[in-house]
């Protein structure tokens, strides 16, 4: 199984400036190794924005209603490191603490390559789209294997077509 990180990027660090995610500082990134069965990986929640109205004629049999947009779009993401290879614990700890979007990256900072993953998972921040973190979970499994699982959430922000 491939690795997958989750990262941020900085007003320094957009896509013009450093294309591949893979070459941004190692501070930025979070390297983590995703479930083997990617049903206990990810987990997604679409919802679109439908509104209804009652009809104003007496005696209606009509349902009415429109499509305005995409009400959000939200995914959870998991994984596992070993504890103690490497500083994974303070950058999940400090990633959520960081602020959500900058002068840039107005719909997201933070960034994810999910590789055996569905392809719209991979999302890399820009002036157009980008992820925010929305919570975190962390599980220490373990006293030997000192193995962390963790989960992420997600809001997908910016243009999603």
């Known amino acids: 199984m491939a690795n997958a990180f989750l990262y941020y990027r900085t007003p320094t660090t957009r896509i013009i400036d450093i294309a591949d995610p893979a070459n941004l500082p190692a501070s930025q990134k979070l390297t983590f190794t995703p479930p083997d ?45 070993t504890v103690g290879l490497g500083d994974s614990e303070t950058k999940l700890h400090n990633f959520r603490k960081l602020p959500q979007e900058d002068s840039y990256h107005e719909f997201g900072v933070f960034g994810l390559e999910y590789p055996n993953g569905p392809s719209y998972l991979t999302i890399d921040p820009s002036d157009t789209k980008g992820l925010m973190i929305t919570g975190t979970r962390g599980k220490h499994v373990g006293a030997i294997n000192k193995i962390l699982d963790f989960s992420v959430g997600l809001s997908v922000g910016g243009d999603v077509s």
């Open 37 to 81: 069965d990617h049903s206990n990986g990810i987990d997604e929640e679409w919802a679109n924005n439908i509104a209804r109205k009652i009809p104003t004629k007496p005696k209606g049999r009509k349902i009415l209603q429109r499509d305005e947009g995409v009400s959000g779009w939200n995914f959870t993401i998991s994984g596992y490191w």
